[in-house]
């Protein structure tokens, strides 16, 4: 299973953007990126997920280099409320009850 | 408010103390997750059911013992607990095709005194 690495915390300020690379080098030709976002006391959440070239929805972007060893989350415009934990998680694509094994993750603080 | 609902959301329990921890979800998903997260780690997997049956233990101690009775339902037992299992623990779901992302519930703060 690929291993992740990510910043254990990272700074901004309200309306900047937010960049946060996670470097899985030994990811397989199946494995799918997965980024979740934690705040305390409650269970993670979905963001984005990708396979390969950029993803963007309504929250964020994902951009993944052609040798997919590492990905980055680009949150636009952050605010107080987007301060939270972000994990990136590696996985198999073979069908549900996979073995997805979170990081370190990253602490993303927003200020005014 | 989450799709995936955990009972109760707070649990303090004696070490000879029998409780269990409950999950349901109503969304169709046939894969369910137990995790375990302690304070400011990510969460850790303990089980993983795929169709109402165990496909993953992560080597998880037996006073531990989770079960799935139905499509929508998810349980763990806990007996003879130590204080170390004090954690928060998180039930997830996904769909049984490939890719499909976890949907958390909110989780249980079990605290074993």
């Known amino acids: 299973l690929a291993k992740t690495t990510q910043p254990i915390s990272m700074d901004s300020y309200e309306g900047q953007e937010v960049n946060i690379t996670c470097s899985h080098n030994n990811i397989a030709t199946n494995d799918y990126i997965t980024w979740y976002q934690q705040f305390p006391s409650q269970g993670p959440r979905f963001i984005i997920q990708g396979y390969k070239t950029k993803v963007t929805n309504e929250v964020a972007s994902l951009f993944i280099p052609a040798d997919r060893k590492s990905s980055t989350l680009s949150l636009p415009r952050v605010s107080l409320s987007d301060t939270a934990v972000y994990y990136c998680l590696v996985g198999p694509f073979t069908g549900g009850g996979n073995k997805l094994t979170f990081g370190t993750g990253t602490q993303l603080k927003v200020e005014l | 408010d989450t799709e995936v609902t955990q009972t109760p959301k707070h649990l303090v329990m004696g070490m000879t103390n029998k409780k269990s921890l409950k999950c349901e979800q109503h969304m169709g998903h046939r894969a369910m997750y137990w995790y375990k997260q302690k304070a400011k780690k990510p969460p850790e997997l303990m089980f993983v059911y795929s169709y109402e049956k165990l496909s993953i233990n992560e080597s998880v101690p037996s006073r531990f013992s989770p079960e799935c009775p139905n499509s929508s339902l998810l349980n763990l037992h806990l007996h003879a607990l130590q204080p170390e299992d004090s954690a928060l623990y998180l039930c997830?779901?996904?769909?049984?095709?490939?890719?499909?992302?976890?949907?958390f519930g909110n989780g249980t703060r079990l605290t074993v005194t």
């Open positions: 997830a779901s996904s769909l049984p095709q490939g890719n499909s992302p976890l949907h």
